[in-house]
């Protein structure tokens, strides 16, 4: 088995008759993501969820497979057809991570789609909601589509045959497509036609008022799909030929493309050019067609797109489940998880008050502003329950407009395309404040808008870098240069979350914001780091990858291990995203072997085996999914009663510790503490949105016992935040 030996030499054993780099003490990272994704999905068949939330839970898995198959998959076929074999810490090749995606994989998205069709659509039917098809419709139905067809989606289409003449079409990633058979009745010859769906036109046609009908039932909206309302039309593309068979299929492309940046002289010219490249070079690494499908043309596409047959899904009904999303736009709230609106941070809610009596932000001499407030003492945020507009949004405004402020330096890795943070910065650099701001360009599928925004701050005249040579900035972080009297004051946020106002409605995140010298210095160095030459090796209070936080993790870990050894309690409480990282397993396995008590809240990946009796029997596992996605990362060592406790961008993965830049901030102050512990213990507690990952690697989500109330974690944080306020 080929290990990494660096990673074998670290590990020390406590047990000698146990090897920790075994591959059965590790689970697959592929396929932990897949039983992660079923978790998704199992929300969609999960009836105490309202019934257009589950809707939104199925197209959030068709939307993760996308990626997932998109950048995993296509990596493993990628080193399949390059001839590596080399082993990785589970002990599987390229080809059987391949074989193994495919057999979970295909029963679950054949559960996914038969669901959509036998149960959905019957339970929206019931509320109203019908979404029809052809053969469903009147003729007036039909005469207002074909109708639709001629004035808006017949101008747009654009058959393409196959033919000695014509080659087989390049077809767009992810595009939704009609193969057609037409025959010329003069000669006899059949042609095989792709005929595309207009991704820029409404996915569902909606009837106008008066034709919203259904027999004897109560109507909010009828519609069709796009795809049915073109192949009923088929004949007006078609003029004099006979229709002898359509059916709908889905094209899903590799779109990993690694830029070489060390032999790019532009890094932006670079990424856009690969950013085409992923829209129509990639290689096929999926084909979804509707199981009614000819074996003329299954074999066609299969032959053109150069698509393997284990890489063929024969599907029943609707293809592309990501616009199920479509649904949630309906006025049936009744059908939907109460709303919930922020609520502001309560150190916060008078200086938000008194921003909101002027049209703009102006502060006034000596005023109640955002700094003052921050001077008096640290702020923990906790989103989406404590409202983001009205805390870093509010700094980063207030900032632009202060006069006193100097410079704003901050990490920008994915945010919305209208953010009012853009428009602060803009606002800033027009203010001749310096304004520096890192852009990471290789931030996946959001490649095309970051450079777009990044220009629009350059043309502003903010200072732009786009990214390091070999190295991805994950950190969330933000610096505020102050001049206060004689003296400057640094302000700091350094949060978990990305910038963006829309996902951090979505995405529970933390958020520090403070003054203290020392993280302030720290964020001086790291920006330095970032836009300048400096080789920063040393930092304050913070943990920074890849310089010194991978050290830094295993010795905390290991501090656990030596106060078990000594006696003491050991106890480590992590949240993140995904655990992978070798290193960091093999040392949790010691501190397990030697007593320390460790609980794990890993939302996605976790390789990490569980209560294996001698290695991992103190190590306890739980996923939680719901209403929002968990992406908060806490770490919280107990160091014999004297608790370290960290919250940042980082998981516990090798891109994390060692390819990317991230920083980790420790929280001090004993009333964050007991907050952030809390927090913890809340979702260790959860008894409805939780998921114990057991030793076999199966994942058994818990239920209130009898008699037991249900234990949300969401809902119980949302009336925790609604305590604080009143």
């Given at each position: 088995?080929?290990?990494?030996?660096?990673?074998?030499?670290?590990?020390?054993?406590?047990?000698?008759?146990?090897?920790?780099?075994?591959?059965?003490?590790?689970?697959?990272?592929?396929?932990?993501?897949?039983?992660?994704?079923?978790?998704?999905?199992?929300?969609?068949?999960?009836?105490?969820?309202?019934?257009?939330?589950?809707?939104?839970?199925?197209?959030?898995?068709?939307?993760?497979?996308?990626?997932?198959l998109m950048v995993r998959g296509s990596t493993l076929q990628e080193q399949v057809r390059a001839g590596v074999s080399q082993l990785t810490p589970d002990g599987r090749t390229p080809q059987q991570q391949l074989d193994e995606i495919e057999q979970r994989l295909r029963p679950l998205v054949t559960e996914q789609h038969q669901y959509f069709e036998r149960e959905f659509k019957p339970q929206l039917a019931a509320v109203g909601v019908h979404l029809l098809d052809y053969s469903d419709l009147d003729r007036e139905q039909r005469l207002y589509l074909q109708n639709y067809f001629e004035k808006r989606v017949f101008p747009i289409l654009t058959p393409l045959a196959v033919d000695p003449g014509h080659p087989f079409p390049r077809m767009a990633n992810l595009s939704l497509n009609l193969a057609v058979i037409v025959k010329n009745p003069k000669n006899g010859m059949e042609h095989f036609v792709r005929v595309k769906v207009p991704h820029m036109l409404p996915r569902f046609v909606t009837f106008p008022q008066e034709l919203q009908r259904v027999n004897k039932s109560q109507i909010v909206w009828v519609g069709v799909p796009l795809e049915q309302v073109i192949a009923h039309n088929l004949s007006s593309l078609f003029s004099g030929m006979n229709i002898?068979?359509?059916?709908?299929?889905?094209?899903?492309?590799?779109?990993?493309?690694?830029?070489?940046?060390?032999?790019?002289?532009?890094?932006?010219?670079?990424?856009?050019?690969?950013?085409?490249?992923?829209?129509?070079?990639?290689f096929v690494v999926r084909l979804e067609i509707q199981a009614s499908a000819s074996e003329l043309v299954k074999q066609t596409l299969k032959q053109g797109l150069e698509v393997g047959e284990n890489d063929?899904?024969?599907?029943?009904?609707?293809?592309?489940?990501?616009?199920?999303?479509?649904?949630?736009?309906?006025?049936?709230?009744?059908?939907?998880?109460?709303?919930?609106?922020?609520?502001?941070?309560?150190?916060?809610?008078?200086?938000?008050?008194?921003?909101?009596?002027?049209?703009?932000?102006?502060?006034?001499?000596?005023?109640?502003?955002i700094f003052s407030v921050i001077r008096r003492g640290d702020i923990l945020l906790h989103h989406p329950y404590e409202s983001f507009s009205d805390s870093v949004e509010l700094l980063i405004t207030q900032a632009a407009n202060d006069p006193k402020v100097l410079a704003i330096k901050m990490t920008l890795y994915r945010t919305s395309s209208d953010s009012p943070i853009i428009r602060a910065l803009i606002r800033a650099a027009e203010n001749r404040k310096q304004v520096a701001v890192l852009v990471e360009l290789k931030a996946r599928f959001d490649e095309q808008s970051n450079i777009n925004w990044a220009k629009k701050l350059e043309d502003a005249g903010v200072h732009i870098v786009y990214g390091l040579i070999g190295l991805k900035t994950h950190t969330k972080t933000l610096l505020v240069v102050r001049q206060e009297g004689e003296e400057i004051r640094r302000y700091v946020h350094i949060g978990t979350g990305n910038y963006n106002s829309k996902t951090a409605k979505l995405y529970t995140?933390?958020?520090?914001?403070?003054?203290?010298?020392?993280?302030?210095?720290?964020?001086?160095?790291?920006?330095?780091?970032?836009?300048?030459?400096?080789?920063?090796?040393?930092?304050?209070?913070?943990?920074v990858a890849p310089v010194n936080m991978r050290t830094r993790m295993i010795a905390m870990i290991r501090r656990e291990i030596d106060h078990a050894r000594q006696g003491n309690s050991g106890r480590i409480l992590a949240k993140m995203n995904s655990l992978v990282d070798p290193e960091i397993i093999a040392t949790l396995y010691e501190a397990s072997q030697a007593g320390v008590e460790i609980d794990l809240i890993i939302r996605g990946i976790c390789c990490l085996r569980p209560g294996l009796e001698g290695v991992s029997e103190n190590i306890r596992v739980i996923s939680v999914i719901g209403r929002y996605l968990e992406h908060s990362r806490i770490f919280c060592f107990h160091n014999n009663g004297e608790e370290e406790i960290y919250i940042g961008s980082a998981d516990w993965m090798p891109r994390n510790l060692d390819r990317r830049v991230e920083a980790i901030t420790p929280i001090e102050l004993p009333e964050m503490v007991r907050q952030l512990k809390e927090i913890l213990q809340i979702m260790l507690s959860d008894n409805c949105q939780a998921w114990e990952l057991h030793s076999d690697g199966n994942y058994v989500q818990r239920v209130p016992g009898k008699d037991e109330p249900e234990r949300r974690t969401h809902n119980i944080l949302m009336e925790k935040t609604l305590e604080k306020v009143s």
């Open positions: 088995m080929l290990l990494d030996k660096k990673f074998m030499t670290k590990v020390k054993k406590i047990n000698p008759e146990i090897n920790l780099t075994h591959p059965q003490y590790y689970f697959n990272r592929e396929l932990s993501w897949l039983e992660f994704n079923y978790r998704v999905l199992h929300e969609s068949f999960n009836s105490r969820n309202p019934l257009l939330e589950r809707l939104k839970f199925s197209a959030i898995f068709s939307s993760n497979l996308d990626e997932f002898q068979e359509y059916c709908f299929f889905r094209v899903t492309r590799d779109a990993d493309f690694p830029v070489q940046e060390d032999r790019a002289d532009d890094l932006l010219l670079a990424i856009q050019a690969e950013i085409s490249k992923r829209y129509l070079e990639g063929i899904y024969e599907l029943e009904g609707l293809l592309n489940l990501n616009d199920l999303m479509f649904f949630l736009s309906l006025p049936l709230p009744e059908l939907k998880d109460k709303p919930w609106t922020p609520v502001i941070p309560p150190p916060l809610k008078l200086v938000n008050q008194l921003a909101r009596q002027k049209e703009i932000f102006q502060l006034e001499e000596n005023g109640e502003d995140d933390l958020g520090l914001l403070s003054c203290q010298e020392e993280l302030g210095a720290d964020l001086t160095d790291l920006f330095n780091y970032l836009t300048g030459c400096s080789q920063q090796q040393s930092y304050r209070k913070l943990l």
